[in-house]
């Protein structure tokens, strides 16, 4: 009989990204956030299905360029002037997609499950942005790129969704394509390399 358990994308890289972040002194961290639940949501920002499902959320889709709006446990990033992102807990996804489905009504709207499409890979430590500055052209200073912010880029040759966590302390999500991730482990562990 087959194996049916999941595996993170980044599975076999977990010991690595541990013993990188342990022998940097604190300098980095880096760890996969594995099976967050990812949904493509799709409506008109002006129209009555976004404060609809912004109520059903407990929390009102961004309507600025590149920021991230975070309630509890849920975190929606502005992709587009018609797109959004919505981040939540493992195994969610049912539960988030009905509740945008039904607020939205009979408005036009389209939510798509991607969880299976990106992992997360957290950054964190007071050379994180040094770190990621060695392979994204983003501005990284707080002032431009702070809490709040986030931005489809590259890194590392690699297209990722890079977000500014709230608390500068706990670093940056990188939202990076499954089939990537191992590529994308091994820039970080490679560019980490003067930290450890």
């Known amino acids: 009989m087959a194996d ?4 993170s994308p980044l599975a076999h890289a977990a010991d690595r990204l541990a013993t990188a972040t342990r022998t940097s002194g604190g300098a980095i961290r880096l760890a996969e956030l594995p099976f967050l639940t990812q949904l493509g949501i799709r409506l008109d920002a002006k129209g009555a299905a976004a404060d609809a499902v912004g109520l059903a959320l407990g929390l009102q889709l961004p309507l600025e360029p590149n920021t991230v709006v975070r309630a ?4 929606a990033l502005w992709l587009g002037p018609d797109e959004w992102l919505l981040v939540g807990p493992p195994g969610s996804e049912r539960d988030l997609e009905s509740r945008i489905r039904e607020a939205a009504g009979a408005e036009h709207v389209s939510v798509t499950d991607v969880s299976a ?3 997360a890979v ?9 770190l990621l500055a060695h392979g994204c052209s983003l501005d990284l200073h707080p002032r431009a790129f702070g809490p709040g912010r986030c931005a489809q880029t590259t890194l590392g040759r690699t297209q990722v969704v890079l977000v500014a966590r709230d ?30």
């Open 72 to 75: 509890g446990e849920l975190t």
């Open 122 to 130: 957290l950054v964190g430590g007071p050379r994180a942005r040094d």
């Open 4 to 7: 049916t358990a999941l595996t």
């Open 167 to 196: 608390d500068p302390k706990a670093g940056f999500w990188v939202l990076v394509r499954s089939s990537f991730a191992g590529y994308l482990a091994d820039w970080l562990l490679d560019a980490a390399t003067e930290y450890v």
């Open 117 to 119: 499409q990106r992992t």
